[in-house]
């Protein structure tokens, strides 16, 4: 069994045009997918991750179109369904940015920070990004 | 009791963010915990005993080890610290790790 | 100390952050105590193998190319797998893929071509992980 892992993701929507994915969300993902065990905690800006509905258009310079826009809360959906890689967000990060819980996406779970360092025992690695 | 390595590589000055990552290692060390915090690059610029920088001072007096990196403190011509925190080598990071202890880095 | 061995990400590109500076001796000290480096370079770090770095002279100090010595973060690369091999320990230094691919990075000075699946591997075979990540 793989050694469960703790990931405390924070960095939000640095590079996700160009790169069409987070980075870090995607590399967990394709993680998982050779044998991982992992679970993410959305903090801080991070947490916008979880809000339905978000997505700008593609980006376009001149005769040069992105045809395959980002949308951080269809990658959040496919790491719970798809992934079943457990997804939470801290409350008060929510609260601070105005965020209600009926904003969020379905399966993602609430933690409060001060769980935070509790939970951290119950993983083998915590990985901070 | 587990051990935990929180290095820190922003300041208070230019981050809001710095003061989760103090309550974090707060949390950690009311868990139970040994927890050490190590202050690297621009984090450092909070430790002269002159800084305004009163949730480090609480921190430093809370239970949570605080460290400083000498390199980095060199770079920036701190040659005091305030009470509570220690000099010490980037060696430090290794030696925390050959432990065992668990290192995040914010 | 008996030898360990660690996983290490990095995920800042060269020439842009003090990170860089403080993993780099992090590393150093880890290969001069004979351990094992497990190096997941992603993202940016990507291209701190490079081999086609190359240093500069400095007008604005009036130092020519050998006065400035200008570092590339390829030497320290390389430096650091001799470094451990002196030691006794190793650094296997692994460039994502996709990373590499988007960057036009896919000439080494040192270090292998990988995947996500080798961090994976190496969270999997190390004593202990350290995640550097970028802002």
């Given at each position: 069994?793989?050694?469960?892992?703790?990931?405390?993701?924070e960095?939000?929507?640095?590079?996700?045009m160009?790169?069409?994915?987070?980075?870090i969300?995607?590399?967990?993902?394709?993680?998982?997918?050779?044998?991982?065990?992992h679970?993410?905690?959305?903090?801080?800006?991070?947490?916008n991750?979880?809000?339905?509905?978000?997505?700008?258009?593609?980006l376009?310079i001149?005769?040069?179109?992105?045809?395959?826009?980002?949308?951080?809360?269809?990658d959040?959906?496919?790491?719970?369904?798809?992934?079943?890689i457990?997804?939470?967000?801290?409350?008060?990060?929510?609260?601070?940015?105005?965020?209600?819980?009926?904003?969020?996406?379905?399966?993602?779970e609430?933690m409060s920070?001060?769980m935070?360092?509790?939970?951290?025992a119950?993983?083998?690695?915590?990985?901070h990004? | 009791?587990?051990?935990?390595?929180?290095?820190?590589?922003r300041?208070?000055f230019?981050?809001?963010?710095?003061?989760y990552y103090?309550?974090?290692?707060?949390?950690?060390?009311?868990?139970?915990?040994?927890?050490?915090?190590?202050?690297?690059?621009?984090?450092?610029?909070?430790v002269?005993?002159?800084?305004?920088?009163?949730?480090?001072?609480?921190?430093?007096a809370?239970?949570?080890?605080v460290?400083?990196?000498?390199?980095?403190?060199?770079?920036?011509?701190?040659?005091?610290?305030?009470d509570g925190?220690?000099?010490?080598?980037?060696?430090?990071?290794v030696?925390?790790?050959?432990?065992?202890?668990k290192t995040?880095?914010? | 100390?008996?030898q360990?061995t660690?996983?290490?990400?990095?995920?800042?590109a060269?020439?842009?952050?003090e990170?860089?500076?403080?993993?780099?001796?992090?590393l150093?000290?880890?290969?001069?105590?004979?351990?094992n480096?497990?190096?997941?370079a992603y993202?940016?770090a990507?291209?701190?193998?490079?081999?086609?770095?190359?240093p500069?002279a400095?007008?604005?100090?009036?130092k020519?190319?050998?006065?400035e010595?200008?570092p590339?973060?390829k030497?320290?690369?390389?430096?650091?797998?001799?470094?451990?091999?002196?030691?006794?320990g190793t650094?296997?230094?692994?460039?994502?893929?996709?990373?590499?691919?988007e960057?036009?990075?896919?000439?080494?000075?040192?270090?292998?071509?990988?995947?996500?699946?080798?961090?994976?591997?190496?969270?999997?075979?190390s004593?202990?992980v350290l995640?550097?990540?970028?802002?």
């Open positions: 069994m793989a050694k469960n892992t703790l990931n405390i993701v960095c939000a929507y640095r590079a996700v160009e790169e069409q994915d987070d980075t969300l995607w590399l967990l993902a394709a993680m998982q997918g050779a044998g991982a065990e679970t993410v905690v959305l903090r801080g800006n991070a947490v991750y979880a809000v339905a509905g978000q997505g700008a258009p593609g376009a001149g005769g040069w179109e992105q045809t395959t826009a980002p949308r951080m809360d269809n959040v959906i496919d790491l719970i369904d798809k992934r079943k457990p997804v939470f967000v801290i409350e008060e990060d929510l609260a601070a940015r105005g965020i209600g819980r009926g904003e969020l996406v379905p399966g993602v609430l920070s001060a935070l360092p509790k939970r951290m119950e993983y083998a690695i915590i990985s990004w | 009791m587990a051990g935990y390595l929180l290095i820190e590589s300041d208070p230019e981050s809001n963010d710095v003061g103090y309550d974090l290692a707060c949390g950690l060390r009311a868990a139970g915990n040994q927890v050490t915090l190590f202050l690297v690059q621009n984090a450092v610029l909070a002269r005993p002159s800084a305004q920088a009163p949730a480090l001072r609480a921190l430093a809370s239970g949570v080890k460290l400083a990196d000498d390199f980095a403190l060199q770079e920036r011509g701190i040659t005091k610290v305030l925190v220690e000099i010490a080598p980037i060696g430090t990071v030696d925390h790790l050959e432990a065992g202890h995040l880095w914010h | 100390m008996s360990r660690f996983a290490v990400a990095l995920m800042d060269p020439y842009e952050s990170n860089l500076t403080t993993a780099f001796r992090i150093g000290a880890m290969a001069q105590r004979g351990h480096v497990n190096v997941f993202e940016g990507a291209g701190l193998a490079f081999a086609r770095q190359a500069h400095n007008p604005v100090h009036g020519n190319l050998a006065e010595n200008h590339t973060t030497d320290q690369v390389v430096a650091l797998l001799a470094l451990a091999a002196a030691h006794g650094v296997d230094w692994v460039n994502c893929g996709m990373c590499v691919v960057r036009g990075v896919g000439e080494f000075a040192a270090g292998r071509i990988g995947s996500p699946a080798d961090f994976h591997t190496f969270c999997e075979a004593d202990n995640v550097i990540p970028t802002k």
